[in-house]
């Protein structure tokens, strides 16, 4: 199993620049998130998913889009970048069940704005 | 108030010696909770889950005092490879989302 993979390792974009951040997982996990990590902010949840075709908020979603058509794949896009949104971005995943269950993340991509 | 705070150290202990830290978290629904572990720049790693009766991995311990809202982590005979950051995550809510804590830096030295 390759566990959760995520593209790119590193990413420069302009202001007002779009992307798309890709994550995949092949453990057939229910549950996916998306998380940034800033120095001193921990990690906070931007937008997650329960299964194909059901997404949901998380803490901090504004400039954040995301979809879910398969079960193995939840990519997020950064509609206009900012500099704001310079961070490190992780991709977890993990079954749901009646307990929560040990939650797997990405390597991470490492975004800068500019 | 945040709603899992942990002190961000940084804890420096010597090889060998105990060091514990601890997490408070402010949701008293909150449902499950666990210690992750972060190496510098790499994604989190589950250490353990942590439970009302207090659970032991190894060297590790973990205790959660719902009474209190409170968890900490207790580790024995520090290594040079516990070197880390320590996240405290809370489940809580619809979909049990994960809170992290901002996490406590633990430098292991000879």
């Known amino acids: 199993n390759a566990g959760v993979t995520q593209t790119p390792k590193f990413q420069v974009l302009k202001t007002g620049q779009s992307m798309t951040l890709q994550c995949a997982q092949d453990m057939n996990h229910e549950y996916m998130s998306w998380y940034r990590q800033d120095p001193g902010m921990g990690l906070r949840l931007i937008h997650y998913s329960v299964g194909a075709g059901i997404t949901d908020q998380g803490e901090v979603p504004n400039g954040y889009n995301v979809s879910r058509s398969t079960t193995e794949d939840f990519p997020l896009r950064l509609l206009s970048a900012a500099p704001s949104q310079t961070s490190v971005y992780f991709c977890a995943s993990r079954p749901i069940g009646p307990i929560t269950y040990e939650q797997y993340f990405g390597p991470g991509t490492r975004l800068t704005v500019t | 108030r945040k709603e899992v705070e942990q002190d961000p150290g940084p804890f420096n202990v010597p090889e060998g010696a105990t060091v514990a830290f601890n997490c408070t978290y402010s949701?008293?629904?909150?449902?499950?909770f666990f210690w992750y572990r972060q190496d510098c720049r790499k994604e989190p790693k589950l250490l353990m889950s942590?439970?009302?009766s207090g659970n032991e991995d190894g060297r590790f311990t973990a205790q959660l005092n719902r009474a209190s809202q409170y968890i900490s982590l207790l580790i024995r005979d520090s290594k040079l490879s516990d070197s880390a950051t320590y996240l405290c995550v809370v489940s809580t809510g619809t979909a049990s989302k994960l809170t992290f804590g901002t996490g406590t830096r633990l430098q292991v030295t000879l």
């Open positions: 942590v439970y009302s």
């Open positions: 949701n008293s629904a909150s449902q499950s």
